[in-house]
T-cell receptor
Framework: NAGVMQNPRHLVRRRGQEARLRCSPM?????VYWYRQLPEEGLKFMVY????????ESGMPKERFSAEFPKEGPSILRIQQVVRGDSAAYFC???????????????FGQGTRLTVV | AQSVTQPDIHITVSEGASLELRCNYS??????LFWYVQSPGQGLQLLLK??????LVQGIKGFEAEFKRSQSSFNLRKPSVHWSDAAEYFC???????????FGTGTQLKVEL
C-alpha cells in the first residue's frame, strides 16, 4: 500500500506563473488536507477536502489559491500568479473517513518544495 | 481557538542523554494529540498519538509522551537519544472536522556525539 504521493517534489516557478501541486492519497482514503510550511515555521492548515467537496478552506489565502479533489485523480493545489512569498514546502495528508470518537491519524506525503524566482 | 506551543526552538543533547521536548496546548474539549518528526527535506512521520485512555503513550523509535490535563501538556520523552534522532519535532492537536491539525512551531533537536 503506497503512502501519500506528492509530485513534483521540487518545483521552480517564475513570478507570475502558475504552480500546480498534486497529491494522491493513500488507497482507501477519501479525505485530503493541504498544509504550508514556510521557512523556520511549523505547518499551517490550508484546506480540507473530500471527493468533489471542499469541507474547510479557512486557511486558504483569499486570492490566487484554489484546491480541488475530483472524483477521479489526485487532489490539486493551484497557485496562480505566484509571488516570492509563496515559496514554501506544501504538504498533503490523507485520512480515511472520520467515524465516531476514534479517528485515525492523517498520513503525510513528502511534500512539494516550491521556489519562486 | 486551538493552539499549540512548543517553547523550545532549539535543543542540543549529547548522544545517550535523556530528552524531553515540551508541548502545551489550548483546546476546549478533550484533545487528540500527536507528535511528528521531520528529517531535513522530508515529510512528517508520526511518532505517537493520544486519543484517550492511558495518559502515558508509547511510540516508535523508543519515544513516549505523557498527557497531563491539569497542565495542558503533552511532553515527548526518550531515555537515551541516538545521533539519528536529530530532526525537527512537531506537536499537534486535532483541531476540527476530520483530521485537521494545528501544529506547534517545532523544536529542532541537535545531537552531539
Amino acid at each position: 500500500n503506497a503512502g501519500v504521493m506528492q509530485n513534483p517534489r521540487h518545483l521552480v516557478r517564475r513570478r507570475g506563473q502558475e504552480a500546480r501541486l498534486r497529491c494522491s492519497p493513500m488507497k482507501g482514503h477519501s479525505h485530503v488536507y493541504w498544509y504550508r510550511q514556510l521557512p523556520e515555521e511549523g505547518l499551517k492548515f490550508m484546506v480540507y477536502l473530500q471527493k468533489e467537496n471542499i469541507i474547510d478552506e479557512s486557511g486558504m489565502p483569499k486570492e490566487r489559491f484554489s484546491a480541488e479533489f475530483p472524483k477521479e485523480g489526485p487532489s490539486i493545489l493551484r497557485i496562480q500568479q505566484v509571488v516570492r512569498g509563496d515559496s514554501a514546502a506544501y504538504f498533503c495528508a490523507s485520512s480515511p473517513p472520520a467515524g465516531g470518537e476514534y479517528n485515525t491519524e492523517a498520513f503525510f506525503g513528502q511534500g512539494t518544495r516550491l521556489t519562486v524566482v | 481557538a486551538q493552539s499549540v506551543t512548543q517553547p523550545d526552538i532549539h535543543i542540543t543533547v549529547s548522544e545517550g542523554a535523556s530528552l524531553e521536548l515540551r508541548c502545551n496546548y489550548s483546546y476546549g474539549a478533550t484533545p487528540y494529540l500527536f507528535w511528528y518528526v521531520q528529517s531535513p527535506g522530508q515529510g512528517l512521520q508520526l511518532l505517537l498519538k493520544y486519543f484517550s485512555g492511558d495518559t502515558l503513550v508509547q511510540g516508535i523509535k523508543g519515544f513516549e509522551a505523557e498527557f497531563k490535563r491539569s497542565q495542558s501538556s503533552f511532553n515527548l520523552r526518550k531515555p537515551s537519544v541516538h545521533w539519528s534522532d536529530a530532526a525537527e519535532y512537531f506537536c499537534a492537536v486535532k483541531a476540527g472536522g476530520g483530521n485537521k491539525l494545528t501544529f506547534g512551531t517545532g523544536t529542532q533537536l541537535k545531537v552531539e556525539l
